[in-house]
């Protein structure tokens, strides 16, 4: 079975401070890693890409990439209560032959506190 | 914004009540996906569109019927459904079917099965 996993939280940082969030895959021809934010009650808001190895930044954000140990990993700078949420890593996985599909990890609710 | 737009935003519907959820993107994608999520769960993929043409079906009960009328439009028709369908149904698009693109997702509809 191939899977994502996350760590299952939840995670509660200061404001001000760095939330490191983690996602292992099992599938080592995976090429597409993504990291979705989801308020509660809302849908899914995607916030980083990542396809090659090393780091990515945008903003606050920055994800981390590691193919040979098959790690992804979100890093939240300067966290704010707005950052609170649910943070889903998905990642392509092969579903059998040539089909892949997107399968999320069961998601980290992190809670920033003022 | 999100340019991924669904309606209705909630439904309640019986068990023998036939309706139908709307999803239509503006952003030229060639794949369209649905996906249901339940409380506190990650989202599953139910059915795939590339180019118009189903290319993933999950293995889903034949009590949902989805319909891509052209490469901005899905809908997905209900039938029988029953109280465990209950859950937040989610539209996507991306690029292309492949899962290695960005999914973007729509605002979701809350069903309510009674």
């Known amino acids: 079975q191939k899977e994502v996993e996350q760590n299952s939280g939840p995670l509660s940082v200061p404001e001000g401070a760095i939330a490191s969030l983690n996602c292992t895959y099992s599938d080592r021809g995976s090429q597409s890693f993504f990291w979705y934010r989801q308020y509660s009650g809302k849908s899914p808001e995607l916030i980083m890409s990542?396809?090659?190895?090393g780091d990515k930044e945008d903003g606050r954000f920055t994800a981390q990439l590691n193919k040979a140990s098959q790690y992804v990993s979100l890093l939240i700078r300067d966290s704010q209560p707005s950052d609170s949420a649910t943070y889903l890593c998905a990642v392509n996985l092969n579903s059998g032959g040539s089909n892949y599909k997107l399968t999320f990890g069961k998601g980290t609710l992190l809670t920033v506190n003022p | 914004d999100t340019e991924v737009t669904q309606t209705p935003k909630h439904l309640v519907m019986g068990m023998t009540n036939k309706k139908s959820l709307k999803c239509e993107q503006h952003?030229?994608?060639?794949?369209m996906y649905w996906y249901k999520q339940k409380a506190k769960k990650p989202p599953e993929l139910m059915f795939v569109?590339?180019?118009?043409?189903?290319?993933i079906n999950e293995s889903v009960p034949s009590r949902f019927s989805p319909e891509c009328p052209n490469s901005s439009l899905l809908n997905l028709h209900l039938h029988a459904l029953q109280p465990e369908d209950s859950a937040l149904y989610l539209c996507a698009s991306s690029q292309a079917g492949t899962a290695a693109y960005e999914q973007y997702f729509g605002p979701g509809t809350r069903l309510t099965v009674t």
């Open positions: 990542i396809y090659s190895n």
């Open positions: 569109y590339s180019y118009e043409k189903l290319s």
């Open positions: 952003m030229g994608h060639r794949a």
